[in-house]
């Protein structure tokens, strides 16, 4: 019952929906923990995302468990390890993941930008979902290119012999053209349940997102 969340680009809302199946699970009465292997990117020494996912994760785990790798720039993850002087360590990643799947029933892992985004000079966010085995929740962020960004994500899931649970669709633009024209064209060209359409609105919580999920949907 743990899943990789990963997302067509950057902003698309990665960390909205992975605490809002956090609460979505919690509401059903599981221990959830929400995990964010790498965070690049603070605002005053605050890492938002990973604040986020333990505000909407109801058990208790240290915070370099829950986070093993923080990086004050907003820049790719790899970059970032580069300029501190730090080698990403899938293997740190994949021991702090087992930690944390033995206090929760879910554990959600929350990627950084896209699925294949570089963590070292061999690896990338793609091989750490590939050696949790987890099953992954595409966020596509409904804006112009989204079809292909899609499209092209799901391939590189299913390259890893990975199993694509469940796809949202998420709002980012407010007024996209053809929006529900889109949406439909992305539902048809993959092969996994639609959980939810996320509508554009400032400042939603994850706990009102959750209300847009159909968690019962889940490929599992």
Known sequence: MSFFVTGTDTDVGKTL?????????????LRVM?????????????????VELEQASNIVAPLDVRNPYRFEPPVAPHLAAQQAGVVISTQVIQAAYRQLSVLADVVIVEGAGGFCVPL???ESLADVAQQLGL???LVVGMRLGCINHALLTVLAIQ??????AGWVANCVNAGMPLLDENILAVQQRINAPLLGIIPHALNISAMQTARHLQVDKLCL
């Open 17 to 29: 929906i992975a605490s809002a199946l956090l609460h979505a699970f919690a509401a059903r009465g």
């Open 34 to 50: 929400g995990m964010k292997p790498v965070a690049a990117g603070s605002v005053a020494g605050i890492w938002h995302d990973v």
């Open 120 to 122: 070292n000079d061999t």
């Open 135 to 137: 099953p992954v929740i």
């Open 159 to 164: 390259s890893r012999g990975l199993r694509l």
